[in-house]
């Protein structure tokens, strides 16, 4: 009651400011809105990018009152320039008053000193010092900076490509128990109408490497490039994100901003900003900064109007429960909106510079997105690869990514990654990105480590859902990791990838709009259809209305982003034509060819099983086979047990239910679990059941009992994709008593069972042998790539 009490009387104070902002954000996109429309009348007029000289560098060096900085660390910069008499070191005096010009005159005559008559801040005092600078690359360095003897070199390396911005150097604490807060390997991203930003700690990466924007106090520069930008905006002083938003606007200019691994700088001491501003001053222009960020560079309406949605009901959310720092706050919004007009110019020049979109200039600093924009990619010939290309331009690079453990494969899907795996190993340079759900489930994935030419894992942390009445479905939000994401693109990157293979709808969201690079997804199974298809099993109304909305929200989810992929490989011709009654522009681009397994695994065995025997087999963490178990030991085991009593039912699967779960029938029920080959209890028994009520997809399990020579019974669901009539290669039954029947007739007539399960077996060696399917899947990543590669080629020719 007390703390109801408190938000209403908080509520009741702010009353006044929830009103009146309004009519001030409206202000602000009215003005950023003209500004916009005058932009379409004005003609853009940029220059080429020019080709810098690279041989030497100007290091220019901010400093307010840091006396004792420079004497400490301008030496080991001195040093490291002293080898080329070209490059020089510009110290710009922001007004000091500790006598830092007289000093650096004295101790250090070979530097140059700028002084001014007063603090401009870092900004300022850092446009001022390019403006100085005689060299065509300039390195901005903060006062508290040490540098390795050798950081010059590989920062000036990287601007033999003319179209480089920015090269940012690695940095390191002295103090290696200190947490790296910032390191040069920069990110960011758009997120609840703002952008963020963060440092990444990476060792995986030793070459330059795309990153989102070069730290003000610890980056090389193309001069010519930064004063056509406009230098460091002084529309975000006193200080902080100028660095960011002239990152920001390189990449929209279409440059590039490179991390340079092998440049190391030391920052030996936070600088004096914490001197001068407390924690709420500092605070509070951050805000009033990525507001302003937002109003000058985000040029996408539909970005923007997110932003002012979010930042008012930030505030308001603020002023009823406390600041937090990922919000905004009325005061922040209030400093920035009266920086509006010097925001409206600043938007002015970055829409007249810009030339590509905000979705675009978020992408490219992605590993995955630069390799596909910018590095050169070879058209494919046409000629068909095989098992004899070695390492030449034909062998493709993929990179399998799978949400769950490939290895041991313990559910159908499992099967299919791990059999598709080995076969891509001889077809192609294959990498495996992999999550776990434990870090002990690394270690039986040796065999891939052998095979593959790198494996890469992650430890997955449950997503969590970002608002209340998410329209994502909970099977995509729970996967959803932005560390993976980032891996992904690191292993693009680093590993060249032509073809990123993504499984399972879960993983869907990390497809990517690649020009060049073909991105394809196995849809294991329709996860609506899967969905909609347990909805009459449920009793439960609350269950119903749960998995009701989850269907609604698949539904949704997947008839969008399927077709953004180039294909999308479903388990049989019946998923696939259920997938293009709603999508009809999918035809063309859905693939059969994922579903099957290495028969020659398999040995057949049609005689000397166990009598009176039957098997069921499945994950257990699978919905459908818990329904399924439940079906048959309730409703069909009975009815068996009625017309042969010593029968016998067992249960093999990881995960299994409780045996207090089951029908207590010591004598008739086994309950093994988990076992280390499957095929040693489908050569041993009788009869293979497969009671699957619901789900969507082809079930592997089947696969294996038609290769084994095991006689199969199962539900026509179950058979999805494989059988359609029964007595051909399986009985079918959905009705309990005569799927009862089926098992009792195959007891009975061993010769009926025998030739069943020749003919199931023959007929999977001819359409699901995973040999020649996985053939069929690296063609289908050739033809995907031709056409890519094969259209920019067109089309640069036309220009």
């Known amino acids: 009651m007390k703390t109801a009490l408190t938000i209403l009387w908080r509520l009741v104070k702010a009353l006044p400011l929830v009103l009146i902002f309004p009519f001030l954000l409206v202000a ?20 080429p990018a020019q080709q810098p000289n690279h041989q030497s560098a100007s290091v220019v060096i901010p400093n307010w009152n840091g006396r004792d900085l420079l004497e400490k660390y301008i030496p080991s910069v001195i040093l490291a320039l002293s080898g080329n008499p070209e490059n020089e070191i510009i110290v710009v005096d922001n007004g000091s008053e500790d006598g830092s010009a007289e000093f650096l005159g004295e101790r250090f005559p070979s530097v140059r000193v700028l002084a001014l008559d007063r603090n401009l801040g870092f900004g300022g005092g850092s446009n001022a010092g390019f403006r100085a600078a005689r060299n065509d690359i300039v390195v901005l360095l903060n006062s508290d900076m040490r540098v390795e003897r050798d950081f010059l070199t590989p920062l000036l390396e990287a601007f033999a490509d003319e179209t480089i911005f920015s090269v940012a150097c690695q ?33 995986a990466i030793q070459v330059p490497y795309p990153c989102a924007y070069g730290g003000g106090g610890s980056c090389a520069f193309d001069r010519r490039k930064f004063l056509e930008l406009g230098g460091f905006d002084e529309l ?13 606007m390189a990449w929209k200019r279409g440059w590039k901003v490179l991390y340079q691994p092998r440049s190391v700088v030391y920052h030996e001491h936070r600088g004096t900003i914490g001197k001068r501003f407390t924690a709420a001053q ?27 949605f979010f930042a008012y009901a930030g505030a308001v959310v603020t002023e009823l429960f406390g600041d937090s720092p990922e919000r905004a706050n009325f005061e922040g919004l209030w400093k920035a909106f009266r920086q509006l007009p010097r925001a409206v110019r600043s938007r002015a020049s970055a829409r007249a510079l810009a030339v590509i979109d905000d979705t675009e200039a978020f992408r490219r600093p992605l590993g995955g997105y630069f390799r596909d924009r910018f590095v050169p990619l070879e058209p494919l010939a046409h000629a068909r690869g095989s098992e004899s290309d070695t390492r030449g331009s034909e062998r493709l690079s993929v990179l399998f990514v799978s949400p769950y453990p490939i290895c041991p494969p313990v559910h159908g ?20 990105l992999i999550l776990l759900d434990y870090a002990w489930q690394q270690e039986p994935h040796q065999e891939m480590e052998r095979k593959a030419l790198s494996v890469e894992y992650l430890v997955r942390t449950e997503g969590t859902e970002k608002q209340l009445g998410s329209i994502q479905p909970h099977a995509v939000w729970e996967f959803a990791s932005q560390e993976f994401e980032w891996r992904l ?43 909609a298809r347990g909805l009459p099993s449920m009793g439960g109304v609350l269950d119903r209305v749960k998995a009701s909305y989850e269907y609604l929200r698949a539904f949704r989810y997947e008839l969008r982003v399927l077709p953004r992929f180039d294909r999308v490989q479903v388990c049989s011709a019946d998923n696939g034509n259920y997938l293009l009654g709603f999508l009809p522009l999918l035809r063309g681009r859905i693939d059969d060819n994922r579903a099957g397994i290495a028969t020659s695994r398999y040995e057949f065995t049609a005689e000397g099983r166990e009598p009176e025997t039957m098997l069921f087999l499945g994950s257990f963490r699978h919905p459908p086979n818990q329904e399924g178990l439940n079906w048959f030991t309730r409703k069909v085991l009975p009815a068996v047990l009625e017309r042969n009593p010593n029968a016998r039912l067992i249960i093999v699967g990881s995960e299994p239910p409780p045996a207090h779960s089951l029908p207590h029938l010591p004598d008739n029920i086994e309950l093994r679990g988990f076992v280390e080959d499957v095929r040693e209890p489908l050569g041993r028994y009788a009869v293979f059941v497969c009671p699957i009520l619901s789900g969507s997809g082809m079930r592997v399990k089947l696969l294996e009992a038609f290769a084994a020579g095991i006689p199969v019974v199962s539900t026509p669901l179950g058979a999805e994709g494989l059988a359609d009539a029964d007595g051909e290669i399986c009985s079918l039954a959905a009705d309990p008593l005569e799927f009862a029947q089926k098992i009792v007739d195959l007891f009975e007539d ?19 042998d995973m040999r020649v399917l996985t053939e069929r899947l690296v063609e289908s990543y050739r033809v995907v790539l031709r056409e890519k590669r094969g259209k920019l080629i067109a089309t640069d020719e036309r220009r």
């Open 413 to 432: 899907g499992g099967v299919f990654m791990y059999q598709t795996a080995l076969e891509l190993t001889r077809l192609c340079d294959l990498h495996l």
């Open 750 to 768: 061993g010769e009926k069972a025998r030739r069943l399960a020749c003919r199931a077996r023959q007929k999977i060696v001819e359409t699901r």
């Open 236 to 248: 975000l002083a006193p200080f902080y994100m100028e660095d960011t938003d002239i990152g920001y």
């Open 28 to 47: 602000a996109v009215a003005a950023l809105a003209l500004v916009d429309l005058a932009s379409l009348f004005r003609a853009k007029k940029l220059a």
């Open 489 to 531: 693109h690191r292993e693009i990157y680093l590993r060249e990838i032509d073809v990123v293979q993504l499984e399972y709808t879960t993983l869907s969201q990390y497809r990517g709009d690649y020009r060049r690079i073909a991105c394809m997804l196995f849809e294991h199974d329709i996860y609506f259809q899967s969905i």
């Open 282 to 308: 500092i605070d509070l222009v951050l805000k009033k900064n990525f507001a302003l960020f937002c109003w000058k560079n985000i040029h996408q309406w539909r970005r923007l109007g997110s932003h002012f």
């Open 171 to 203: 940095i390191f604490f002295s103090d290696p128990d200190k947490l790296r807060e910032e390191t040069g390997l920069t990110q960011f991203w758009w997120e609840n109408g703002s952008i963020r930003v963060r440092h990444r700690d990476d060792s």
